[in-house]
């Protein structure tokens, strides 16, 4: 029995062709991409070490700084304003309500399609000219509103929040909704027997109770917030006049279309290093509590 | 039963929501949230059959006069949809293939098998969650190119099933900690080797957890943009996610065409989780409570 399952060639065919493809392919690279950080480089011949001056750069260049302002403004949209709206539909919902499982079937179903579609749905929605949204807006006697969204400055990027909102409160939904299911029933019986209304054991009772998810929602909509690139590479492409311009955008610019190896993958690392940070202060933050 | 079932079972016992114009409001305010988060996507299916006098002529919102299904044959034949789609599904299904070949094997390795390095194993895979692929782009595309394999399927399915492969080992192997020893045991008195007891007695009890890995490698490697828009710029090799852009360049004036291209692009999705969105939401919430 013991010489089966401990048998070295077995577990090297089991788990060798995996680690390296894993290693090689995420690991690696990731490894790789700190080390291109340190280079002045464009991609032809070998590139020049700098040290640190890429990072230097990073923080004294308007371009990054801005980049990173955009990044912190989605993430505090996400989490101020789809959190909380995601929380109520999910407390709505595993509150016995008539047709939960339709209307946990219905909200979901954004969360499943290509942010490339999604991105392209909501330039036409936009639309100065014939879109939805202005179209909508002169129905109900609000002409004046109507307007270019996604090509002024003074609008875009908050036009450019919405569809992630829509998109993926019915995914924090979800994950909410589960949490608030796994929520005791003994304890919310007491809390009626003891007279409290819903609103109060909702917020006293199954809230606490769920942090363990509320905590996985934080971590996801901010990380998600940090990396979100699809949406502005088809829906803005950073624009106008940069007000859309998030790191990961300005990564890919930097790389692709400069052709500045070195100073792109410094902005990747950031990301990197932002995230993590993020994560660890979240986890903690909740830990202390 | 997992916490994930329990999570998702119907509780019996039914209770009233405080009166019935309580009851009235609540439903109205789920109908509403429920029209916001469909309509935009019955306004894409309604645009993909109009053609473009129709949709300026500024009734954006109403049932198209004609339905245009021609807007699909051409998005299909000139917009070389067909193309983009049947690349979609041949790098996706390649994808979930080789994502649970290699980390059903792996996962039962590190779970079920003794070896010293079992758990430092776990903790390298389990580290490629947490890293978000920007960073791993550019040398990526470095090497693909010194391998030649730049526009190639390759170029997709290799970084997609070592990008998918944490998540699965993780999921798979939460499984197979679960079954219990003396399946292995009577399976190995009854003369299986190690090959026959994996493949024959213990992949087939985890067979949600497949289904679930499955999904989930589905949904990323169908909707996946970054990696795809820079590894391949050859039409014949383009996934739906890049073809929707190029296209969307090319037709840019046809919004008939697009939409019929976004629609082709959707529907797959959205078929797949109405036939299984019990098994789609489980998967979901499966990946997001591994902490």
């Known amino acids: ?289 | 039963m997992s916490t994930v079932e329990v999570m998702l079972q119907k509780n019996p016992k039914r209770r009233s929501i405080s009166g019935p114009i309580g009851k009235v409001f609540l439903q109205a305010f789920l109908i509403l949230v429920a029209i916001v988060q469909i309509y935009p996507l019955i306004w894409l299916a309604l645009f993909s059959l109009k053609d473009n006098s129709e949709i300026f002529s500024g009734d954006v919102a109403g049932l198209p006069k004609a339905f245009l299904w021609s807007n699909y044959t051409k998005a299909m034949s000139d917009g070389h949809v067909l193309t983009y789609f049947m690349n979609s599904v041949l790098v996706t299904a390649a994808s979930i293939v080789l994502v649970l070949i290699l980390s059903s094997m792996t996962g039962y390795a590190i779970t079920r098998m003794n070896w010293k390095l079992s758990g430092l194993t776990m903790t390298i895979i389990l580290l490629g969650m947490m890293v978000p692929i920007h960073a791993a782009l550019l040398p990526l595309f470095i090497i693909l190119k010194n391998l030649g394999l730049l526009n190639s399927y390759w170029s997709l399915i290799i970084p997609y099933v070592a990008f998918g492969i944490p998540m699965a080992v993780f999921i798979l192997g939460s499984f197979f900690k679960g079954i219990p020893r003396e399946m292995e045991e009577s399976a190995v008195i009854d003369g299986c080797g190690i090959y026959r007891t994996f493949f024959s007695i213990i992949l087939p009890l985890v067979t949600p957890a497949i289904s679930t890995v499955a999904i989930f490698t589905f949904l990323s490697c169908w909707n996946e943009l970054m990696f795809a828009v820079t590894f391949i710029n050859n039409t014949a090799y383009q996934t739906l996610t890049v073809g929707m852009m190029s296209m969307v360049g090319t037709y840019i004036t046809q919004w008939g065409i697009i939409g019929a291209g976004l629609m082709i692009t959707t529907v797959p999705t959205v078929v797949i989780y109405l036939l299984l969105n019990k098994q789609v939401q489980k998967s979901m919430i499966a990946g997001a409570v591994k902490g």
Not at chain 1, 39 to 58: A, Q, S, T
Not at chain 1, 95 to 119: D, H, M, Q, W
Request: with cysteine.
């Open chain 1, 1 to 289: 029995m013991n010489s089966v399952f401990s048998n070295k060639g077995t577990i090297a065919v089991f788990v060798l062709p995996t680690l390296l493809l894993f290693c090689g392919i995420v690991l690696i690279p990731i490894f790789v991409s700190s080390y291109y950080s340190l280079l002045d480089w464009n991609g032809v011949g070998r590139g020049k070490f700098i040290g640190l001056d890429n990072y230097v750069e990073m923080f004294k260049d308007t371009r990054v700084l801005n980049s990173i302002k955009n990044s912190l403004l989605f993430a505090g949209a996400s989490v101020f304003i789809q959190l909380p709206i995601s929380l109520v539909l999910a407390l709505i919902l595993a509150s016995n309500v008539k047709g939960e499982g339709f209307y946990r079937t219905v909200y979901f179903i954004p969360v499943l399609i290509s942010t490339v579609v999604i991105a392209q749905l909501w330039s036409k929605i936009y639309n100065a000219d014939y879109g939805l949204l202005n179209v909508l807006l002169q129905s109900i006697g609000l002409s004046s509103l109507a307007q270019d969204w996604l090509g002024q400055k003074d609008t875009a990027l908050a036009a450019s929040f919405i569809p992630t909102l829509w998109q993926y409160v019915g995914y924090h939904m979800l994950l909410m909704y589960a949490g608030a299911k796994s929520v005791s029933q003994d304890v919310l019986e007491a809390a009626r027997m003891d007279g409290a209304s819903r609103i109060r054991t909702a917020w006293s009772i199954m809230i606490p109770l769920m942090k363990p998810i509320l905590k996985v929602s934080l971590v996801f909509s901010v990380i998600g917030a940090f990396k979100v690139f699809d949406l502005i590479y088809v829906l803005t492409g950073g624009g106008p006049f940069y007000t859309t311009e998030v790191p990961s955008t300005l990564m890919y610019a930097t790389i692709f279309d400069t052709f500045r190896y070195g100073y792109g993958s410094a902005i990747s690392v950031f990301i990197i290093v932002e995230c993590l940070v993020c994560t660890i202060l979240i986890n903690s933050l909740f830990k202390t509590e």
